[in-house]
T-cell receptor
């Protein structure tokens, strides 16, 4: 059974600091991995999608890496800003029967202090 | 472009009452559709997924059911709500059979059972 773990559960940093969020998964047979952002009481916003054949993806100040063999992904946020405060979720996509499921980690709650 | 709609945004229902949450997707055909629940302070739990009209797969035994009467419509229902059904319900879609595609989420429904 695939399990996705995110460490740390919560993180508080001063504005301007670079930070790394970690995601690990137990079964390396994934199709892709997706990082999401969730603001309080809101839905999920997709940040980055990494295919299983890729090593990393970048979007602005965000960089996500994937090491499929070791079951790990990291989300790097450069020069953090108070607006980055949110919960960050990673999810792996698996094939199940004729569909493809997303299995989520429990998230990292990030607070960037001004 | 594709859009996903979910309603209502918030709902307060008494124990034992029925439930119907609706999710619709525009701008794509034959999407994979998903219902997730997020309990307070916890990760997303996959409840149901559907690969086509009338095709529903359940992930966990529970008080809920799902239906897909139209290609673009996914409904989450209950005949009698329990207190434990309270939570944040999210609908999502992804393309099929292109497994590399991203998943996109609605804005969620906050359900409080009293």
């Amino acid at each position: 059974k695939q399990e996705v773990t995110q460490i740390p559960a919560a993180l508080s940093v001063p504005e301007g600091e670079n930070l790394v969020l970690n995601c690990s998964f137990t079964d390396s047979a994934i199709y892709n991995l997706q990082w999401f952002r969730q603001d309080p009481g809101k839905g999920l916003t997709s940040l980055l999608l990494i295919q299983s054949s890729q090593r990393e993806q970048t979007s602005g100040r965000l960089n996500a890496s994937l090491d499929k063999s070791s079951g790990r992904s990291t989300l790097y946020i450069a020069a953090s800003q108070p607006g980055d405060s949110a919960t960050y979720l990673c999810a792996v996509r698996l094939q199940m029967d004729s569909s493809y499921k997303l299995i989520f980690g429990s998230g990292t709650r990030l607070l960037v202090r001004p | 472009s594709q859009t996903i709609h979910q309603w209502p945004a918030t709902l307060v229902q008494p124990v034992g009452s029925p439930l119907s949450l609706e999710c619709t997707v525009e701008g794509t055909s034959n999407p994979n559709l998903y219902w997730y629940r997020q309990a307070a302070g916890r990760g997303l739990q996959l409840l149901f997924y559907s690969v086509g009209i009338g095709q529903i797969s359940s992930e966990v035994p529970q008080n809920l059911s799902a239906s897909r009467p139209q290609d673009w419509q996914f409904i989450l229902s209950s005949k009698k709500l329990l207190l434990s059904d309270s939570g944040f319900y999210l609908c999502a879609w992804s393309s099929t059979p292109r497994v590399g595609d991203e998943a996109f989420f609605g804005q969620g429904t906050r359900l409080t059972v009293v």
